[in-house]
Each structure stands twice: as structure tokens, then as C-alpha cells.
């Protein structure tokens, strides 16, 4: 594969108006547009729309990679939903910026990494060669729930987006983080895939969260009964309207996080660590990693070995008693003159040389095996499985 790119738009909040569906055909005649989605991908050639100023007027949420290692995430709220001031305590790399335009503070994070490997595209895109799987078209909506989160006052959105920012070495080292949310190491799908995305280090993720709170649990009927309770009448009037109007898709989520504000638990919390003790405690949680990893592995090799081992004593308690027969199936097998059944007929082989060691018949094994091998001389597949396996 040469060049490859994908450009994503989802228009969120409302759909566009048939006019600015029209207004967006005019930069592209290849995309597939409708008046919530914006598709297009390019082998050649290069998208001539402005995707800054497309979210900027139209979108909710944007989306795009390319083979040679380039991706980016731009979403999108509504100011009154996430004040610019919020959003740039956490947007302070180029790696994630934060900005106003007109009503709405637009989110830009880019991870550009040139010396990507292929296969690390290929395996997270589903991709193969020049077809399109459909995979690379599902980071985007999910990606994109995590918008009504933030609204409702989740901001690990938007610290990972800090994170985001010192895993590019943005930051300097006596940078302080930002207020941490509980949760962190409970992300939602939306956020893992947004995580993953942008390439931001998994053991990262887990040292920033280490000894701090897990997320809230969702509250219970009870608990949302009594703070309903303590509302006016005319703020819960004010708040049903709002959640039957079809224009109106924050409702809920400013409940919620009104909700959130009276429970402080669910807040987030003022740590202070600075960027060298994050990137310390990288470090070691990488080792440990490794060193489980490790151990993990050795555990399965040796449960691997041990059934082997469990696999060839049950073969060779049923050879015991008739091995002849053993070397006429190998005879059967290999005559046939068909490779499929030579790895069968060696590893059948195998377990009667494994018999001869324990019975002490060695010497006559070998010298029927070398008989057999002369036999079949011509057959070059046969014999080297048969060197493979010793015999």
C-alpha cells in the first residue's frame, strides 16, 4: 500500500440543513455525505476542504489518519458545555490545543509518529491492502460519546489529554498535572479507543491513576429521588421541558452534572504530581509490567510443556501393546503420497522413538528409522520433517 488517508466528520448535535449538505458537496464529489456524516478516504490525491473550518461552522467531531503515521481528533462543544478556560487547563502541548470560535471551544488533539510501523496501522485499522473493512469507521462515533460526558462534568477526556501531551514530551518535567479525575483507570470504550488512537502509553495511563479513586459508581434510585427532591418546581418544569425538546441534546447531560456537583465524590481531585515524578512512575509501572509479562509467559510455556508431555504419555500408553501396528500406519501414511500426512506419520515417529528410549530399544529403532528414511529418499518434504524432528 502507497498512501492512504480517511477523513471523518460526524455533525453530533443537530443535523445539517440541506443547504449546508450542499455547501459541503461542493469541496468533494467522492465523499459519502449525508446530513449527519461526512466519509472519504484518498489512495491518491488530497481532501481540498479546510476540516478546521468545516468543524468550526458544521461538525461536532473529526476524525483522521493517514498510513504514513499522522492522526488527529478534533470535537467539538457548545462554550456554555465546556468553558474555554476548563478546557485549557488540560490543552497545554501542541499536541492538544484548545480553542474558541464564536459560540462553541473546539478540542484539537494530533499524534504524528513517521516512524510508525505499517503493521501497527494495519492491525488497529482492520486494514488490508487497498480494502476498506468498515473498522476505521467506528473510532469516530465512539470517540465522540465521550462529548456528553465531558458536558456532565467527566473530565478524563480531557486529562487524558494532558497525558496526551506530556507522552509527546510537550511538557517540561517541573510542569504540574491538573486537577485528576477519579475513574481514570475505569475508562469508558469511547475514552480506550480515544487513548489508543492517539498512541498515549497504556502504563502512562496506569501510573497517573495509581492509589486514586475509581470512578463513582452510577448513583441509585434512591440517591437520584432525594436530590430531585431539593429541586424547585420550577427547575424541574424548566428541566422536563428541555429533555422533551428535540434540539436540546445537553438535557440530560446538564443534569448530570448538576447531579455531580452536589455529590463531591464524584469530583475531581488536586494531586499536584509534577511531570518528572510521572514520568518516574512510568517507569517502574513498565517493569513491573514487563517482569508479569514475563512470568505470565513462562507459566503458559510450562503449562504448554506439561500437556505435551501429559499428550505423549497417553500416545504412547496406546502404543505399547501393539507398536507394530504403529509402523504400519506410517508405512499406510506415507505411501499415499500425499505431504498432508507427513507431519502425522513423523510425530507418529516420534512416539515410538520416545518408546524405544524408555524401553531400551534404541539402537533397533534407529536402525528401522534409517531403513525407512533410505526407503523414501526421494520424498524431500518427508525428510525434512524428519531431520526437524531428530530422526
Not at 514520568?279 to 510450562?302: G, P, S
Request: proline fraction near 4%; include cysteine.
Amino acid at each position: 500500500m502507497s498512501e492512504y488517508q480517511h477523513y471523518q466528520f460526524l455533525a453530533v448535535d443537530r443535523p445539517l440543513t440541506d443547504e449546508q449538505v450542499a455547501e459541503i458537496r461542493t469541496l468533494t464529489s467522492r465523499a459519502a455525505l449525508t446530513r449527519t456524516t461526512f466519509v472519504n478516504t484518498y489512495q491518491w490525491g488530497d481532501f481540498k476542504g479546510n476540516c478546521d473550518r468545516l468543524m468550526e461552522q458544521y461538525y461536532d467531531a473529526h476524525l483522521y489518519f493517514a498510513n504514513w503515521g499522522y492522526r488527529k481528533v478534533i470535537l467539538r462543544w457548545p462554550a456554555e458545555q465546556l468553558p474555554l478556560h476548563t478546557a485549557q487547563q488540560y490543552c497545554t502541548g501542541e499536541s492538544a490545543d484548545a480553542r474558541r470560535h464564536g459560540g462553541h471551544v473546539l478540542i484539537t488533539l494530533v499524534s504524528d509518529d513517521e516512524d510508525g510501523e505499517l503493521d501497527d496501522f494495519n492491525d488497529l485499522f482492520d486494514f488490508d491492502g487497498y480494502e476498506d473493512t468498515g473498522r476505521e469507521e467506528e473510532w469516530l462515533p465512539s470517540i465522540a460519546r465521550a462529548r456528553l460526558d465531558v458536558a456532565a462534568g467527566d473530565v478524563r477526556l480531557l486529562y487524558l489529554a494532558w497525558l496526551h501531551c506530556l507522552n509527546n514530551n510537550d511538557l517540561d518535567d517541573t510542569d504540574v498535572e491538573p486537577e485528576l479525575p477519579a475513574g481514570l483507570a475505569d475508562l469508558p470504550d469511547s475514552l480506550t479507543d480515544l487513548a489508543d488512537f492517539l498512541r498515549i502509553d497504556p502504563d502512562l495511563i496506569t501510573a497517573a491513576s495509581a492509589s486514586l479513586p475509581h470512578a463513582a459508581p452510577e448513583p441509585t434510585r434512591a440517591m437520584c429521588e432525594s436530590w430531585v427532591g431539593t429541586l424547585p418546581q420550577r427547575d424541574k418544569d424548566a428541566t422536563l421541558v428541555r429533555l422533551l425538546r428535540d434540539d436540546d441534546s445537553y438535557a440530560a447531560a446538564d443534569l448530570r452534572r448538576r447531579f455531580r456537583l452536589a455529590h463531591p465524590g464524584a469530583s475531581p481531585r488536586k494531586v499536584g504530581r509534577t511531570v518528572a515524578q510521572l514520568r518516574a512512575a512510568v517507569h517502574a509501572v513498565t517493569a513491573e509490567r514487563l517482569a508479569r509479562e514475563a512470568q505470565e509467559e513462562a507459566e503458559r510455556e510450562e503449562a504448554e510443556r506439561q500437556k505435551r508431555r501429559a499428550d505423549r504419555q497417553r500416545r504412547l500408553a496406546a502404543l505399547q501393546d501393539d507398536p507394530e501396528a504403529a509402523w504400519g500406519r506410517i508405512h499406510e501414511m506415507i505411501a499415499y503420497q500425499k505431504g498432508r500426512n507427513y507431519p502425522a506419520a513423523v510425530q507418529l515417529l516420534g512416539d515410538l522413538s520416545a518408546l524405544a528410549d524408555r524401553d531400551g530399544t534404541s539402537a533397533a529403532f534407529a536402525e528401522r528409522c534409517r531403513a525407512l528414511r533410505g526407503q523414501h529418499h526421494t520424498k524431500r518434504a518427508l525428510q525434512r520433517l524428519l531431520d526437524a524432528a531428530g530422526l
